[in-house]
């Protein structure tokens, strides 16, 4: 059994920096069992250099997997390595990034860089399968500047053994502008005989439905962030069960999860409880902007600095948004 066996479609929380770790990849997981979790973009070159790192670079738990661990790098004796360092902690996928568009990421011939180095990407895939038995994946964009070397690029990447392929629907001059555009990556299925996943603005299971077309699967990033339900309701409508997919989940039931969330932010993070909990308040600002709540229930959650202050901002959303509600 590998992440890629099982039912399809599939749905994917997207890999993002300074999101997808540990803490939350369970709570997507909490929320939409049925959901593929992908970690933030992790450097090859970090973890090989010193590779006791790979323990907490590379943690993976029990109630999250499949986890598919995303590396970054140049180096294919680098990816190698780090390939084999998160297969031996657990993860059960490895995929390369060939797609972030961020200046000092490209300038060092990393992500979308290895778009325009297809010899060195295919070194890549080459060494990483040799290192790991798990399945070694590409997420990459359209191209450069076009579309045109899309076809060409990922068929050569098949060729050296790539298990699957998740294309985000813009080119990296496009960095996140304009919307994305599935098209190309539907033409890319019927070239392709790996699965290819599509990723770019599913914000709703509509969107997911309609863009789904003839591909394997969708990705979802920052529509995840936005609303973690949006996976569960997409895995229920991807397995034809209507109702589920249209199903709207109460404030306790999210709140509750929320709490557990930021439990498991401080379980596992490798810092103090003041510095998980900081780092939880991105979450807590989104969460309450998206329930239109007043600027005092505000002014507790950006203070707040232990998992009992989290959890009291919590307390006070769910009064608020029952309120409000009411
Ligand atoms: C905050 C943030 C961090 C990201 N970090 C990564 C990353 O580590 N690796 C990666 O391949 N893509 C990364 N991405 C890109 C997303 O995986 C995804 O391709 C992009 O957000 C488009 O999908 P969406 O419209 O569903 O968000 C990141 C995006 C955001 C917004």
């Known amino acids: 059994m590998t992440w890629l066996t099982g039912s399809y479609p599939k749905v994917i929380l997207a890999p993002m920096d300074g999101y997808t770790d540990p803490p939350f990849r369970r709570f997507i997981k909490k929320v939409a069992p049925g959901a593929t979790v992908f970690s933030e973009f992790l450097s090859a070159r970090l973890v090989s250099q010193k590779p006791s790192l790979a323990k907490t670079m590379f943690r993976v738990y029990d109630d999250e997997k499949p986890v598919v661990i995303q590396l970054y790098g140049k180096d294919p004796a680098e990816f190698a390595l780090a390939a084999s360092l998160a297969e031996q902690e657990g993860a059960q996928g490895i995929d390369i ?68 392929i998740t294309i985000h629907g813009r080119t990296y001059s496009q960095k996140f502008e304009g919307e994305a555009d599935w098209t190309s990556i539907y033409a890319l299925k019927e070239a392709l005989s790996i699965p290819v996943f599509g990723n770019g603005d599913v914000v709703s299971v509509a969107g997911a439905l309609d863009k789904l077309g003839n591909l394997d699967g969708v990705m979802v990033g920052r529509g995840a962030v936005a609303d973690p339900w949006l996976l569960k309701r997409a895995c229920a409508a991807f397995a034809g069960d209507e109702e589920g997919a249209r199903r709207v989940y109460g404030f306790e039931e999210k709140i509750a999860l929320w709490k557990a969330f930021a439990e498991l932010a401080v379980e596992s993070s490798v810092k103090t409880e003041k510095h998980a909990c900081q780092s939880f308040r991105k979450f807590l600002v989104r969460l309450h902007k998206d329930l239109g709540l007043s600027r005092e229930v505000r002014a507790q959650a950006v203070r707040a600095s232990t998992l009992a202050e989290v959890h009291a901002a919590l307390d006070l959303f769910l009064e608020a948004s029952l309120e409000t509600a009411a």
Do not use: Y
């Not at 011939?109 to 590409?138: F, N, Y």
């Open 97 to 164: 990034n060939m797609g972030c568009p961020a200046k000092k990421v490209v300038a060092h011939r990393h992500g979308s860089a290895l778009m325009k180095e297809i010899d060195l990407a295919e070194e890549i895939i080459r060494q990483t399968k040799a290192a790991v038995s798990v399945p070694v994946t590409v997420k990459t964009r359209l191209g450069w500047e076009d579309d045109r070397n899309l076809i060409p690029f990922a068929l050569r990447l098949q060729d050296c053994g790539l298990d699957a």
